[in-house]
Nanobody, 125 residues
Framework: QVQLVESGGGLVQPGESLRLSCKPSGLSFSDYGTAWFRQEPGKEREFVAAGKWSGATTRYADSVKGRFTISRNRAENTVYLQMNDLKPEDTGVYYC??????????????????WGRGTQVTVST
């Protein structure tokens, strides 16, 4: 049974940083593309960042480009989302997702068959 477990969320002030982690059981990120999505109450889940590790292709939402970085530690089979210069609009529940994706589908929720339960990120003064 595949499970994805996110960690690293929390409450921070604007301008601060957080690093989210996604650790799977039952699959290897070497075989799957990985993404982060986020969702605020009452809103659609939106794409944040994705990585297709065969080929080292990454994609980012325009709102996070230059501030967020998705990466993978192959030895630890863990994917990270480094978030710098956080803004109040980055607040939400962040979900890790994995799927056998192609480059053209990296930003679409429907491309990912496995999801974690999410970790809360709150950016507030």
């Amino acid at each position: 049974q595949v499970q994805l477990v996110e960690s690293g969320g929390g409450l921070v002030q604007p301008g601060e940083s957080l690093r989210l982690s996604c650790k799977p059981s039952g699959l290897s990120f070497s075989d799957y593309g990985t993404a982060w999505f986020r969702q605020e109450p009452g809103k659609e889940r939106e794409f944040v960042a994705a990585g297709k590790w065969s080929g080292a292709t990454t994609r980012y939402a325009d709102s996070v480009k230059g501030r967020f970085t998705i990466s993978r530690n192959r030895a630890e089979n863990t994917v990270y989302l480094q978030m710098n210069d956080l803004k109040p609009e980055d607040t939400g529940v962040y979900y890790c997702a994995a799927g056998r994706i192609i480059v053209s589908s990296m930003t679409f929720k429907s491309a990912y068959g496995y999801w974690g339960r999410g970790t809360q990120v709150t950016v507030s003064t």
